[in-house]
């Protein structure tokens, strides 16, 4: 029995290599589900994919209300004038390392910030112009500390982020 070459695989490999086309082509893998863009952060060693928040109703919200935040995964909030940022845990459901930074040079560091105690309020010392959330442990787990510079890279960050 001779078997005949089925055109449906052929139709769905071409679906799909088109569908992967247009997602990357559309910066689908640049911005988050929640519509922030995605920038991959280094530093030293450790790199980061992080959202990106600028905008007023965006930079109040933050990471509240999330239930998860993967290892590598966190978000900076960039501010239109340096000055000294307070935060705060509303609606936090796990603990963060928060780092504010100043012209890309970490300044102050509060680590392992209890999602528990949403009343209070962390401010540094210092003016600083973003502010970046990771992973409460992130801090220690990769030796980050205030004096490390910060790099932000945008442009393609999938293709090589391991």
């Known amino acids: 029995m001779k078997k005949v070459f089925d055109f449906r695989y052929v139709m769905l490999l071409l679906i799909i290599i088109c569908g992967a086309y247009f997602l990357v082509s559309n910066n689908f893998f640049r911005n988050s589900v929640r519509g922030n863009?995605?920038?991959?952060?280094?530093?030293?060693e450790a790199v980061f994919r992080v959202e990106t928040v600028s905008d007023e109703q965006k930079l109040q919200k933050g990471l509240g209300k999330r239930k998860w935040m993967c290892s590598n995964c966190g978000m900076i909030f960039r501010f239109q004038e340096s000055k000294k940022h307070a935060f705060w845990m509303k609606d936090m459901r796990f603990p963060l390392d928060i780092i504010w930074i100043s012209d890309g040079k970490i300044v102050w560091i509060e680590k392992n910030v209890s999602h528990e105690n949403q009343q209070k309020i962390y401010n540094p010392f210092v003016d600083t112009d973003?502010?970046?959330?990771?992973?409460?442990?992130?801090?220690?787990?990769?030796?980050?500390?205030?004096?490390?510079?910060?790099?932000?890279e945008s442009a393609n960050w999938w293709r090589d982020l391991r």
């Open 130 to 152: 973003s502010v970046l959330e990771l992973r409460s442990g992130s801090c220690d787990e990769h030796e980050i500390e205030v004096g490390d510079y910060v790099r932000a």
């Open 37 to 44: 863009s995605i920038e991959r952060v280094v530093i030293d």
